[in-house]
């Protein structure tokens, strides 16, 4: 597939989509005698993903980012930092912080404005599980919470374990992910971290040999590879894009070719377990897959 997306139109979709994330944590992860202190740390995180990964460790934050979605309430009456793709340098250096946690998606855009506000960012790779299971236990580390850290990388592990056993043996699916933002929507690759999950829980991507993320959706390509299942991922608000599709599906006739539309396998998946970066919503995720890769 050799349909490039424009860089405006991938840095406006994970504009859009990077601070979203759950709110379905795995805080049990922490002990219940784990340390709140995150002293001498004065540390800001700027997204969900990355606030709810700092309740999971129990470490305190001084700034948390605005969202429509609920935070760990651990957090309650922190201070606000602003959006995750837009913080308000003016509020992040009054709270004089140590370590201001983003993600790589926003490092594009965020990395010289937070070099011109002489804040140092730490911009974390969460495009895959593996990653995010890097960042946690790096995390872990810095802030005296290794063993929380390795807790929650563990109950991924088994999670994993348990996904292959589960798969083996069995039909791989060629999948087609589908990314979609008000007005508009992407292909999403292997490198994406829904098609980590893709891939993770035994589906073959029908995008291989790309090194970016995301593609511009080319009808008459992914009709020739004719996936055997459809995922459909709405971003940014869910319910105005799950529409669009719907739209799209009936409008355009090359739709009703694709073998997944004729077997009834396209699937919505849940804005809260399905984010564009990873999240500690993964195992949740990957239970909600297995049905939809093998009925």
Known sequence: ??????????????????????????????????????????????????????????????????????????????????????????????????????????????????????????????????????????????YDRKAQADAIIAKFNDKLAAIRKQSEGKKQPSVLILLGVPGSYLVATENSYIGDLVKLAGGK?????????????????????NPDVILRAAHGLPDEVVIMFDKEFKKNDIWKHFAAVQTNRVYDLPEELFGTTGNLAAVQALDALMPMLYP
């Open 1 to 142: 597939m050799r349909t490039r997306i424009s860089a405006a139109l991938i840095a406006l979709v994970l504009l859009i989509t990077a601070g979203c994330s759950t709110n379905d944590v795995v805080s049990e992860a922490v002990s219940p005698d784990a340390k709140s202190s995150s002293a001498p740390y004065r540390v800001i995180a700027t997204t969900v993903a990355a606030t709810e990964m700092m309740d999971a460790l129990g470490v305190d934050l001084v700034g948390i980012p605005k969202s429509y979605k609920s935070l760990p309430k651990r957090y309650e009456g922190v201070t606000q930092v602003g959006n995750p793709m837009s913080p308000n340098m003016e509020v992040v250096k009054s709270l004089d912080p140590t370590d201001v946690l983003s993600v790589t998606t926003l490092e594009y855009d965020l990395a010289p404005v937070f070099k011109n506000a002489g804040v140092g960012a730490n911009f974390m790779d969460l495009t895959s599980v593996d990653k995010m299971n890097s960042a946690i236990q790096a995390l872990g580390n810095k």
């Open 205 to 225: 991507n029908i995008v291989q040999g790309e090194k970016v993320e995301y593609l511009a959706s080319n009808t008459e390509y992914l009709q020739k590879a």
